[in-house]
Each structure stands twice: as structure tokens, then as C-alpha cells.
């Protein structure tokens, strides 16, 4: 990946997606649906340094959270099921007083098929370590940047939402995918 000496990039929503997928648990978790949930507002910023990144930084708009579909469970998700999902998901992670998710790296180490970022991940006000794997792909006239991590809910603090007194309960457990395609040729400051 070639850069200006000090270039940085900056990635959003045009550039990629953030997902969320979520399990489902309890004695009646085959009533439940499996969610895929989109963080719709994100920007993600890298540092370069000779030609290497050397640091970055992910910030997260919870409110921008958007449920995109359900699979299993008895019935299809409906529409007015997905908004009443949102809202149950936007309560248990306290949107209101913590509108923010963020990741930092301050360091970033070079892998066969990408780099490892070590950072500090921010959930509902409370901070922890996180290691993100991230794989990049040549295309040609774009890098790809993939990652998948396994985020638990209640290392933050956030209670997965349950009902029927706990029978029916979103994982603990969830899965953070992220993928973007960056152009080559767009590399220099921003």
C-alpha cells in the first residue's frame, strides 16, 4: 500500500458497512430471530507513516443503528417488529447518555494478509481492550478491508435485551463485521 509520508485516510458509510449480528438464547430461543443490524453513521480514520499505517480510530453513531432483517424465529420480521427491535436495542445500549461507540489503536502491526490493531474499544461508557483483525485484499485499483470480531455485551455493562422473564434473550455474544473498499489512487491527505 503506498502513501504520502504522513497521509491519513478517512472511511464512512460510502466506503463500506458496519454490521452487527446477533444469536438468540434462553429456552425459547428458537422463537427468537437472529439480527443483522447496520451502524449506518461511522467514520474510521488511519494515520500513515512511510508508507505503513501506524494508528486508527473508528467512531460510532449508536443512533444510527438501523435493523436490517431476521432470520429464523416463527414468523418474518415485519416492519413495525424491526422499529420496535431498534428501540429495544437503542434502550439496552442507553443511546441517550452514550450516543458514542469508539475504537482506538494507537499501534498497528503488520500480518501475512493485513494488519492487527490492538485499541481499546468503547461501549456504553465503559472502556476495553480490543484486538481487531483486519485482512486487506489487493483488487487491483482498490484495497478491501475486512474484519470480523466478537464483541460480549455484558463486558460493558449492556444487559442483551430478553423478554418472556429471560426464556427469549439476544446473545451475549455478538458478531462485528466490518468491510470497505478503498481506491489506490486516493491516498493522499485529507
Known sequence: MSHDESAAWSLDRSDGELLIRTGV??????????????????????????????????????????????????????????????????????ARRFPRIGFAAKTIEKTDDGYLLPGTLTIHGKARTQVVDVRTDDLGDTWRLSSEAVVRQSDFGVKPYSQLLGSLKVADDVTVTFTAQRAKDTSTKE
Open 25 to 94: 438464547a434462553g429456552r425459547a430461543a428458537q422463537m427468537g430471530h437472529r439480527l443483522t443490524i447496520a451502524m449506518r453513521g461511522w467514520r474510521a480514520t488511519v494515520q500513515w507513516s512511510d508508507d505503513e499505517p501506524v494508528s486508527a480510530e473508528l467512531n460510532v453513531d449508536v443512533n444510527s443503528l438501523e435493523v436490517v432483517r431476521g432470520d429464523g424465529g416463527l414468523t418474518p420480521l415485519s416492519g413495525p417488529e424491526k422499529i420496535l427491535v431498534r428501540s429495544n436495542a437503542l434502550r439496552s445500549l442507553d
